[in-house]
């Protein structure tokens, strides 16, 4: 049976600007063929199991050919696989899509075309200017800017110079001086206001802002590079009015997200959103123990027990999956009361449609088992890391409460990114974020002894996780309470200084 093939736009770079139909298909791709300068991010969408194809790089650095991308979609397609073809900005736009579709049709392969955000569009909003304003400019042309090795840029400056409006340039940015000065000797003024965005809608993006005349000598001072956009036209002098991109507080700030992959997203979109260039390197992956009989031992008889208490959402997803496997569901759970650390794990109990009976005024382990104690004596279950903090057990047993610990996960350092933190920490002026006393013994084993981190500002969740980050000399600012909203006012208060 032949499959399908889906060419979808990624858009300019930020990873928001993906389409929600976009999205959708890259949660169902069992095969997705990409770019090189598609983001990372995206790639987590798609299911474990989709193999994916990078096409932007093979072992000798050179770009695959593309004809035998088109190949690729054809030979993928015909072994009956639901393929997406991941493509930066628009693929019909400069994307060499239609070539794609050539191949395809000629087979008789069925497929579908998902735009996307162009960066001809989005580059030069985030830089603060409208390709378009009433004022300005009422039309629009986009120009590639690239030619063949060898070979002139086949631009119609003439007719650009004289139908007015914007001008935006992709691929030009090696071409810029011919670009101007094609504009030039069209008769366009030295004096027409021009810009040049780098790495447009990513929080690298840079930006310079000048006139017609003068804009390459400054690109080539500022030394901007490719992917960048050109944009001529008097829209181009809206730039320092209407930036609202390089506004955003933690814009030029780089912060490194230590939480597991899994649980990194709502820190991870909040920097992002606020301006900050995050770079994950999770310090920890929990590992789900699918074989524990302990753990279905006590779901077997799940009401002998009064409370269980959770002290992660690792934990709530662990305990209900296992729970699911051995036929019950949480109707087994009639009577027995439900305790959560903090908010985020009472929020995994939510989207089980079950509320924490108790959650403690400070978010930890500590406060949690205090409360514990104040409302039972047990028997209380604790479905937990292997190497959990040691003091839930430790409390819970001063106080003359009766519990049964058991592991149902454990925690791993997966070493992702490892050189490029490292590089980030020899340079300086990057932030490190840690949200579990686990993420603080992760990254500190992931150090090469004698790491220099003395211009390094360390921001931690919680009292607990702050302890941990003493325990190895690391003298760190605490949020308010052990939250992410938190965690990003600390950001943001430090930001400010």
């Given at each position: 049976?032949?499959?399908?093939?889906?060419?979808?736009g990624a858009g300019p770079g930020d990873p928001g600007l993906l389409t929600r139909k976009g999205e959708a298909a890259l949660r169902g791709a069992e095969v997705v063929v990409y770019d090189r300068l598609i983001v990372p991010e995206l790639l987590e969408l798609l299911p474990p199991t989709a193999e994916r194809i990078d096409v932007g790089k093979q072992a000798d650095c050179h770009p695959a050919p593309q004809w035998r991308i088109n190949e690729i979609l054809v030979e993928k397609a015909?072994?009956?696989?639901?393929?997406?073809?991941?493509?930066?900005?628009?693929?019909?736009?400069?994307?060499?899509?239609?070539?794609?579709?050539?191949?395809?049709?000629?087979?008789?392969?069925?497929?579908?075309?998902?735009?996307?955000?162009?960066?001809?569009i989005a580059a030069p909003a985030y830089g603060g200017i409208p390709v378009t304003h009433r004022d300005y400019a009422s039309s629009l042309h986009i120009v590639t800017g690239h030619a063949k090795a060898g070979s002139p840029l086949r631009i119609n400056f003439r007719a650009l110079a004289e139908a007015g409006g914007t001008c935006v340039?992709?691929?030009?940015?090696?071409?810029?001086?011919?670009?101007?000065?094609?504009?030039?000797?069209?008769?366009?003024?030295?004096?027409?206001?021009?810009?040049?965005?780098?790495?447009?809608?990513?929080?690298?993006?840079?930006?310079?802002?000048?006139?017609?005349?003068?804009?390459?000598?400054?690109?080539?001072?500022?030394?901007?590079?490719?992917?960048?956009?050109?944009?001529?036209?008097?829209?181009?002098?809206?730039?320092?009015?209407?930036?609202?991109?390089?506004?955003?507080?933690?814009?030029?700030?780089?912060?490194?997200?230590?939480?597991?992959?899994?649980?990194?997203?709502?820190?991870?979109?909040?920097?992002?959103?606020?301006?900050?260039?995050?770079?994950?390197?999770?310090?920890?992956?929990?590992?789900?123990?699918?074989?524990?009989?302990?753990?279905?031992?006590?779901?077997?008889?799940?009401?002998?027990?009064?409370?269980?208490?959770?002290?992660?959402?690792?934990?709530?997803?662990?305990?209900?999956?296992?729970?699911?496997?051995?036929?019950?569901?949480?109707?087994?759970?009639?009577?027995?009361?439900?305790?959560?650390?903090?908010?985020?794990?009472?929020?995994?109990?939510?989207?089980?449609?079950?509320?924490?009976?108790?959650?403690?005024?400070?978010?930890?382990?500590?406060?949690?088992?205090?409360?514990?104690?104040?409302?039972?004596?047990?028997?209380?279950?604790?479905?937990?890391?292997?190497?959990?903090?040691?003091?839930?057990?430790?409390?819970?047993?001063?106080?003359?409460?009766?519990?049964?610990?058991?592991?149902?996960?454990?925690?791993?350092?997966?070493?992702?990114?490892?050189?490029?933190?490292?590089?980030?920490?020899?340079?300086?002026?990057?932030?490190?974020?840690?949200?579990?006393?686990?993420?603080?013994?992760?990254?500190?084993?992931?150090?090469?002894?004698?790491?220099?981190?003395?211009?390094?500002?360390?921001?931690?969740?919680?009292?607990?996780?702050?302890?941990?980050?003493?325990?190895?000399?690391?003298?760190?600012?605490?949020?308010?309470?052990?939250?992410?909203?938190?965690?990003?006012?600390?950001?943001?208060?430090?930001?400010?200084?």
């Amino acid at each position: 049976m032949t499959g399908k093939v889906t060419l979808v736009g990624a858009g300019p770079g930020d990873p928001g600007l993906l389409t929600r139909k976009g999205e959708a298909a890259l949660r169902g791709a069992e095969v997705v063929v990409y770019d090189r300068l598609i983001v990372p991010e995206l790639l987590e969408l798609l299911p474990p199991t989709a193999e994916r194809i990078d096409v932007g790089k093979q072992a000798d650095c050179h770009p695959a050919p593309q004809w035998r991308i088109n190949e690729i979609l054809v030979e993928k397609a015909l072994e009956g696989k639901n393929v997406v073809r991941l493509k930066g900005g628009d693929p019909f736009l400069f994307g060499r899509g239609g070539e794609e579709l050539d191949l395809l049709a000629e087979h008789h392969i069925p497929f579908e075309v998902v735009p996307g955000v162009t960066s001809a569009i989005a580059a030069p909003a985030y830089g603060g200017i409208p390709v378009t304003h009433r004022d300005y400019a009422s039309s629009l042309h986009i120009v590639t800017g690239h030619a063949k090795a060898g070979s002139p840029l086949r631009i119609n400056f003439r007719a650009l110079a004289e139908a007015g409006g914007t001008c935006v340039f992709l691929m030009g940015v090696s071409a810029l001086e011919r670009i101007c000065g094609g504009l030039l000797e069209a008769g366009m003024a030295e004096n027409t206001p021009a810009a040049v965005v780098e790495r447009g809608t990513l929080p690298g993006q840079r930006k310079v802002v000048s006139t017609l005349g003068r804009l390459a000598e400054e690109a080539r001072r500022a030394e901007l590079h490719s992917p960048a956009v050109i944009v001529v036209g008097g829209v181009a002098a809206l730039s320092d009015r209407f930036d609202w991109f390089d506004a955003l507080p933690l814009k030029g700030r780089t912060i490194v997200v230590t939480r597991s992959k899994r649980r990194a997203g709502a820190l991870r979109s909040r920097l992002r959103e606020l301006g900050a260039d995050v770079v994950d390197y999770p310090c920890i992956e929990t590992v789900p123990r699918r074989e524990n009989p302990a753990l279905e031992q006590c779901l077997a008889q799940i009401n002998r027990f009064d409370w269980v208490a959770f002290t992660s959402s690792a934990g709530v997803e662990v305990f209900f999956d296992a729970l699911w496997r051995l036929g019950m569901d949480g109707r087994a759970l009639s009577g027995v009361k439900l305790a959560a650390v903090g908010p985020s794990t009472a929020q995994a109990l939510e989207t089980r449609h079950l509320r924490a009976d108790y959650v403690p005024p400070v978010y930890d382990t500590e406060h949690l088992a205090l409360g514990l104690a104040a409302r039972t004596k047990g028997p209380v279950l604790l479905p937990r890391a292997a190497l959990g903090s040691p003091i839930l057990p430790r409390v819970l047993e001063e106080q003359g409460v009766a519990f049964t610990d058991v592991p149902v996960y454990d925690t791993v350092f997966p070493g992702e990114n490892a050189d490029e933190v490292r590089s980030l920490l020899a340079a300086g002026e990057t932030w490190v974020t840690f949200t579990s006393a686990s993420t603080v013994r992760g990254f500190v084993n992931s150090l090469e002894p004698g790491t220099d981190l003395s211009r390094v500002l360390w921001l931690c969740i919680g009292p607990q996780t702050a302890a941990e980050c003493a325990r190895h000399g690391i003298r760190t600012r605490v949020a308010r309470e052990a939250t992410v909203p938190a965690l990003v006012d600390l950001i943001l208060d430090a930001a400010k200084e």
